[in-house]
């Protein structure tokens, strides 16, 4: 698992600069060296700003599908992310007999709870997870995330992407060239300091103590998620960001992949022995696959 390529998967609220990051990372990866596989999962983008190697447009027709089905942008979004997910394990094994690629990027729609939340979503992730080391990177709009209340919604968003798919994840804050990022970084990690911000700018409205209240129960979920701040523009930041996919890779390899295996483990022992019951219900002759598995067991020792 350690020698396969590390699966990167951009996410972030609509506008973030996900495909801009995407193209930045490729490039600067590509200058160190590394051998990029790209896959754009956004069926909805109007022209690709960094070359694919697998472009689910080039599957999905967008326009037809909204007009055939008579869907608005969102529901073809996730019909078309559906579509693609039944075919995905083709992807896998495409990808798989490729041995000399380092990292796969990829992009994912602006509508984030197309891909997040949904059954699709799911299914390319974890089938992703299952074969190749990957991490998530969850990108912010800086500038939009001066206000504490677009601060707290992107945290929601990172800190349950983070605890529903318990992949190592990544706070990309993008566009400092624009807005320097040491504010959020202080936010997500002084709880003190973040009350105060919200405090400044509104003390009454519902909405801030609602932020209040969601900082207090959220505040230790998102303060230890490692963070980041660059601008896809200038690539500011990404001499401090590349080597930390290291660290993220080192995480899946840790903590995700034993988990993944431990439950691969409990369903194929509960396949056998759910077999086994099934053949003693039978009235099969249990005693050549006893002997059969008494023998597995002296040679896994060996
Ligand atoms: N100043 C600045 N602008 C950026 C940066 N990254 C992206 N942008 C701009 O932000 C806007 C959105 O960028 P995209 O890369 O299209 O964002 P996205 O998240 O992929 O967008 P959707 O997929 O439509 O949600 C574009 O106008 C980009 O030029 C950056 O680092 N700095």
């Known amino acids: 698992m350690e020698s396969k390529p590390h699966c990167l998967i951009t996410m972030g609220m609509a506008g973030s600069g996900k ?30 700003s960094f070359p694919a190697n697998l472009d689910i ?12 089905y008579s869907l608005g942008p969102n529901g073809a979004i996730i019909t078309a992310l559906n579509l693609f997910a039944t075919k995905f394990h083709e992807v896998i094994d495409l990808i798989s007999t490729k041995t000399d690629i380092h990292y796969i990027l990829i992009d994912t729609p602006g509508q984030i709870e197309a891909f997040s939340w949904s059954a699709s979503g799911t299914i390319i992730t974890d089938s992703l997870a299952s074969v190749f080391p990957t991490s998530m990177l969850y990108v912010v709009d800086t500038p939009r995330c001066t206000n504490p209340n677009s601060f707290m919604s992107n945290m ?3 800190s349950s ?14 566009k400092t060239d624009v807005e320097a990022w040491e504010f959020a970084h202080e ?3 002084d709880f003190e300091s973040f009350m105060q911000s919200i405090d400044e700018i509104s003390n009454e409205s519902y909405l801030a103590s609602m932020n209040r209240s969601l900082a207090l129960v959220l505040d230790e979920f998102y303060n230890e998620l490692p963070a980041v701040g660059l601008s896809s523009f200038t690539g500011f930041g990404f001499d401090i960001f590349v080597p930390l996919l290291e660290t993220s890779k080192r995480e899946y390899m840790n903590s995700y992949l034993p988990e993944l295996e431990a439950k691969r483990k409990a369903v194929e022992e509960k396949r056998v022995s759910n077999n086994l019951a099934r053949m003693e219900e039978d009235g099969e ?3 050549p696959i006893n002997e059969l598995l ?9």
Request: one cysteine or more; aromatic letters at 14%; hydrophobic letters at 45%.
């Open 57 to 68: 447009c080039d599957a999905i027709n967008f326009k037809k599908l909204m007009q055939e």
């Open 161 to 174: 992407i983070y605890y529903k798919t318990k992949l190592p994840i990544m706070i990309v804050f993008n």
């Open 285 to 287: 002759d249990m005693a």
């Open 187 to 189: 936010w997500m990690t």
């Open 156 to 158: 929601l968003y990172a």
């Open 19 to 48: 495909t801009t990051f995407v193209r930045k990372l490729y490039s600067i990866l590509k200058v160190k060296g590394f051998n990029v596989y790209t896959i754009n999962l956004d069926p909805a983008i109007r022209k690709l």
């Open 294 to 302: 008494d023998q597995l067991k002296v040679n896994d020792k060996k």
